[in-house]
């Protein structure tokens, strides 16, 4: 019950946002605390009675709840009570028939059996049924997967970008897609998903070696430079190798002093490394 409490109240602070604006919590607040009752703090900030915006925020939930329709059919009541005991997934793919789920389940089961093409077409399926589905088993991953099989990468771009497009997360899928656009020349758009991925994880020293490299192939020699101080701070296993890196950057960035200085330091941690 607390918990829903919670998800309730926090669903109509977003409403509350979305319709009357931030402000409008804080004016809120400040109402309730000079003691004004419910009626009359609603409708001196919100111009609105407490019914009228209690309508309208139920109206907003049953929308939201239709765009759930298609996958919540035919599935039976998760909190029934039953005599035998039941899995989550027993009762998803046990007596139900339901069509985002089971599209879901024949798509991963074409595809270890190398039908690619009947897979595709329930994956795609599924997405048609339910677009914002993106934790593990979702879709996409799984036409992704058939696209990296058969070579398509035009259509591997494509469901990346989809799949990008409703996940919060992807970090893994975020550094395939730039990989795919510097290896076709497209540095800008290689830019803005090595910057995506770096929103979900950002030390992953790798993506950052990327970036740096990316931003030398652009001749963006200072953006170059904060990404090997970055690179520098995450501590390397070879720092000489990093530290003559940023001596580079810094050297083509024209501040030769820092380069001097950055060389020296490589050259301290490893006297015999050859590039310094």
Request: a negative charge; hydrophobic letters at 35%.
């Amino acid at each position: 019950q607390i918990m829903l409490t919670y998800y309730q109240s926090a669903k109509l602070m977003g409403f509350i946002v979305e319709r009357f604006g931030f402000t409008a919590i804080v004016d809120l607040l400040v109402e309730f605390g000079k003691g004004s009752n419910l009626e009359n703090t609603f409708q001196t900030v919100l111009q609105k009675t407490p019914e009228e915006v209690e309508k309208k925020f139920f109206d907003s939930l049953r929308l939201e709840r239709d765009k759930y329709a298609p996958v919540l059919s035919g599935l039976p009541p998760m909190f029934s009570v039953s005599n035998k005991e039941e899995s989550f997934f027993e009762k998803l793919f046990g007596k139900s028939k339901n069509p985002f789920f089971e599209n879901i389940k024949d798509g991963y089961e074409l595809l270890n059996e190398g039908k690619f093409e009947d897979a595709e077409k329930k994956f795609l399926k599924a997405i048609e049924i339910f677009p914002n589905y993106t934790r593990p088993g979702n879709p996409y991953q799984g036409l992704a997967k058939i696209y990296r099989e058969k070579g398509e990468e035009s259509k591997l771009i494509n469901i990346l970008k989809d799949y990008l497009t409703f996940t919060e997360y992807g970090a893994e899928e975020a550094r395939e897609l730039a990989q795919i656009y510097e290896d076709m020349g497209n540095l800008a758009r290689a830019e803005y998903y090595y910057k995506r991925s770096m929103q979900i994880e950002p030390y992953n020293l790798n993506t950052h070696t990327r970036l740096a490299e990316l931003y030398e192939k652009q001749k963006s020699y200072s953006s170059e430079t904060e990404e090997r101080l970055v690179i520098l701070a995450m501590d390397p296993l070879d720092r000489a190798k990093a530290r003559y890196h940023l001596a580079l950057s810094l050297y083509n960035n024209g501040q030769m002093p820092d380069a001097k200085m950055e060389v020296l330091r490589s050259l301290e941690i490893s006297p015999g490394y050859r590039d310094a």
